[in-house]
Every structure is written in structure tokens, then in C-alpha cells.
């Protein structure tokens, strides 16, 4: 703050600086790994788990698991997907880049513990890879609970895994690749919903932008929604069991 005791807004790292208030709504408690609940009936807002690993990208997705009352939530920062129960505690969770990628002839790439830190120099509010994103090999975005598998995707060039969910709730610890996306640009796909036929739908949004005016948050294009069903009986001459 200067001489007038109101905050100054800071494009780069400085000595100091702090998210603004209300941002992660550090005021009741929250940061940027937090999850919060809306009350049906009366509207109130409170936290309702918190992942302490993220220092400020974010959770990507969410998704519920109806049979086992359990939720699972994507961290951008770590790349984990955690494993939370009913009460909000945060039970255990899945590394992709670790567990997964080997399952499909992949290099294990484990978290490079880049953080983000908004007092250092190097630290810009226009520049995404200064935010402390997990590595685009292991980052996953969105999540989707169906069929007793947990899907999930990965990556800039979406990748989309899934892998199974045991009958006590747990990652069954199977891993596997599903497809890669094929789309007129390689973006992230960041939601994934199935219908009550089984059919797969896929969301892109365009990479992740910052602007200092606050006029874009994701750049503009052609994201995609993308339709996808499962082959049956496979067809063993096709890569990925969905077309």
C-alpha cells in the first residue's frame, strides 16, 4: 500500500505481495487448494475440504462417486487426483504421472515441486508458467466417476485415462490409457460427462490466459465438444476401444 493505505496491484513478484482479499477466501479459512459447499436450503456458503498441497493453480474439476459417497478432485498444482470422503477428509490420492503413465508404455514423470510464488521476481500475472502448474505430461484436469472407473484427462493434447475404483472406494490401482483426443486444436479438455447410454462427452476450453485488464481468462477459439461411444464388441484393428 502507498499513502493512501489502500493495496497496489502488482503484475510481477515483489517482496510482500499477497493475493488479494477474498481471493481464495482466506478470511474464513480458505486458500487455493480449498473446496466449498453451497447449503441447498439456506444458501450458506462454507469450506468443505481443503488440499494443502496447492500453492495457488488451483483445483481443475470434481466429480462424485454415487455408490461409495466419495469425491474426487484434480490438483493442478501436483497433478494428484484426491480421494475425499463424505465429510470433507481428505482420504488418499492417485499419481498419474507416476502411477498411470507406465500402464500405457509411458516414462513415470513425477512432480518437479515448481510452486507458486508470488514474491519472487520471476513470478508474472501474465504468464502461466510461472503459476506453478505440474508438468503438461501429468497434469490432469477434468474427472468424471462412471461405470466403476474414474476418468480423467490429461494434458495440453488431451489424453483421456481412466482407472478403477475398488469395491471399498479406493483407486483399484489399473490404469488406463482410453484414447487421445482428436480435435482441430490441442486443448485442454477440461470437463468430461457421460449420458445414460454410456456415450462420452468431452469439453475443451482454450489455454489458460491472465490479462492484466482482466478481459481474458482462457484464450478465444474453437474449443470443441466432443462426442464419443464405446466400441462393442471391440474392434481389436482400433487403438482405443472408443470412436
Same mark, same amino acid.
Given at each position: 500500500?502507498?499513502? /493512501?493505505?489502500?493495496?497496489?496491484?502488482?503484475?510481477?513478484?515483489?517482496?510482500?505481495?499477497?493475493?488479494? /482479499?477474498?481471493?481464495?477466501? @482466506?478470511?474464513?479459512?480458505?486458500?487455493?487448494?480449498?473446496?466449498?459447499?453451497?447449503?441447498?436450503?439456506?444458501?450458506?456458503?462454507?469450506?468443505?475440504?481443503?488440499?494443502? @498441497?496447492?500453492?495457488?493453480?488451483?483445483?481443475?474439476?470434481?466429480?462424485? /462417486?454415487? @455408490?461409495?459417497?466419495?469425491?474426487?478432485?484434480?490438483?493442478?498444482? @501436483?497433478?494428484? +487426483?484426491?480421494?475425499? /470422503?463424505?465429510?470433507?477428509?481428505? +482420504?488418499?490420492?492417485?499419481?498419474?504421472?507416476?502411477?498411470?503413465?507406465?500402464?500405457?508404455?509411458?516414462?513415470?514423470?513425477?512432480?518437479?515441486?515448481?510452486?507458486?510464488?508470488?514474491?519472487?521476481?520471476?513470478? *508474472?500475472?501474465?504468464?502461466?508458467?510461472?503459476?506453478?502448474?505440474?508438468?503438461?505430461?501429468?497434469? &490432469?484436469?477434468?474427472?468424471?466417476?462412471?461405470?466403476?472407473?474414474?476418468?480423467?484427462?490429461?494434458?495440453?493434447?488431451?489424453?483421456?485415462?481412466? &482407472?478403477?475404483?475398488?469395491?471399498?472406494?479406493?483407486?483399484?490401482? *489399473?490404469?488406463?490409457?482410453?484414447?487421445?483426443?482428436?480435435?482441430?486444436?490441442?486443448?485442454?479438455?477440461?470437463?468430461?460427462?457421460?449420458?445414460?447410454?454410456?456415450?462420452?462427452?468431452?469439453?475443451?476450453?482454450?489455454?489458460?490466459?491472465?490479462?492484466?485488464?482482466?478481459?481474458?481468462?482462457?484464450?478465444?477459439?474453437?474449443?470443441?465438444?466432443?462426442?464419443?461411444?464405446?466400441?462393442?464388441?471391440?474392434?481389436?484393428?482400433?487403438?482405443?476401444?472408443?470412436?
Amino acid at each position: 500500500a502507498d499513502s /493512501d493505505g489502500r493495496p497496489e496491484r502488482q503484475r510481477r513478484g515483489a517482496a510482500g505481495a499477497v493475493f488479494m /482479499d477474498g481471493q481464495f477466501g @482466506t478470511e474464513n479459512g480458505g486458500g487455493p487448494g480449498t473446496i466449498w459447499k453451497i447449503d441447498g436450503i439456506t444458501g450458506a456458503v462454507s469450506k468443505f475440504a481443503d488440499t494443502d @498441497t496447492n500453492s495457488g493453480p488451483g483445483i481443475g474439476n470434481l466429480a462424485f /462417486d454415487p @455408490t461409495h459417497r466419495e469425491f474426487f478432485a484434480s490438483d493442478l498444482d @501436483t497433478g494428484l +487426483i484426491h480421494r475425499i /470422503d463424505i465429510e470433507g477428509n481428505l +482420504i488418499d490420492s492417485f499419481d498419474h504421472g507416476v502411477a498411470g503413465r507406465p500402464a500405457h508404455g509411458l516414462a513415470p514423470v513425477a512432480d518437479d515441486g515448481a510452486l507458486m510464488d508470488i514474491q519472487a521476481a520471476a513470478f *508474472d500475472s501474465e504468464d502461466p508458467a510461472t503459476w506453478g502448474y505440474t508438468q503438461d505430461a501429468r497434469r &490432469v484436469w477434468a474427472v468424471a466417476y462412471h461405470g466403476g472407473r474414474l476418468y480423467y484427462s490429461v494434458g495440453e493434447k488431451a489424453e483421456i485415462w481412466s &482407472v478403477g475404483i475398488a469395491s471399498d472406494g479406493s483407486f483399484a490401482g *489399473d490404469p488406463r490409457w482410453e484414447l487421445t483426443v482428436k480435435a482441430d486444436q490441442d486443448y485442454a479438455v477440461t470437463d468430461i460427462a457421460f449420458d445414460n447410454k454410456s456415450f462420452m462427452y468431452l469439453a475443451q476450453r482454450g489455454p489458460v490466459e491472465n490479462r492484466y485488464d482482466y478481459s481474458r481468462f482462457a484464450s478465444s477459439g474453437k474449443g470443441e465438444l466432443i462426442r464419443y461411444w464405446r466400441e462393442d464388441p471391440d474392434d481389436p484393428a482400433t487403438e482405443s476401444a472408443w470412436v
